[in-house]
C-alpha cells in the first residue's frame, strides 16, 4: 500500500525558509516521480515541484523556480523540499504525491496522495 507523509510546515515570514519532508513507502522509490502539489481552500491545485531519480530529472513551476529546490533521499524513501525566499502568495496546504499511473510533470497536482498534507503559512 503507498504511504506518503508530509512534514515540515509552519509559520514563516516573507522572505524566510521551511523544509518540508515527504517520508514514502509501498512502493519501489526510483521507480517513480515524487512531487509536491499545494492548494488554498477554495482554489484549484497547483503542480509545484517533482524529482524522478530513476531518469536525475527535477521539476519546478514558474511560480517557485529559483527559489525551491527538491531533493531526495533513496536511503530513506525521503523527498525534501526547501522552501527559500517565500512568499505570502506560497501560502497553502502542501500535499506529496507519487505519479503511479505515470501522468507526468504536467498533471502533478492529480499524482496520487495521501492524508492532510502540511500546512505552510507565510506572513507579510
Known amino acids: 500500500e503507498v504511504q506518503l507523509q508530509a512534514s515540515g510546515g509552519g509559520l514563516a515570514q516573507a522572505g524566510g525558509s521551511l523544509r518540508l519532508s515527504c517520508v514514502t513507502s509501498?512502493?519501489?522509490?526510483?521507480?517513480?516521480?515524487i512531487g509536491w502539489f499545494r492548494q488554498v481552500s477554495g482554489k484549484e491545485r497547483e503542480g509545484v515541484s517533482s524529482i524522478f531519480d530513476h531518469e536525475r530529472t527535477t521539476y519546478y513551476a514558474d511560480s517557485v523556480k529559483g527559489r525551491f529546490t527538491i531533493s531526495s533521499d533513496n536511503a530513506k524513501n525521503t523527498v525534501y523540499l526547501q522552501m527559500n525566499s517565500l512568499k505570502p502568495e506560497d501560502t497553502a496546504v502542501y500535499y506529496c504525491?507519487?505519479?503511479?499511473?505515470?501522468?507526468?510533470?504536467?498533471?502533478?497536482?492529480?499524482?496520487?496522495?495521501r492524508g492532510k498534507g502540511t500546512l505552510v503559512t507565510v506572513s507579510s
Open positions: 504525491a507519487v505519479d503511479i499511473s505515470r501522468l507526468g510533470n504536467e498533471y502533478i497536482e492529480h499524482w496520487d496522495y
Open positions: 509501498g512502493f519501489t522509490f526510483a521507480d517513480y516521480a
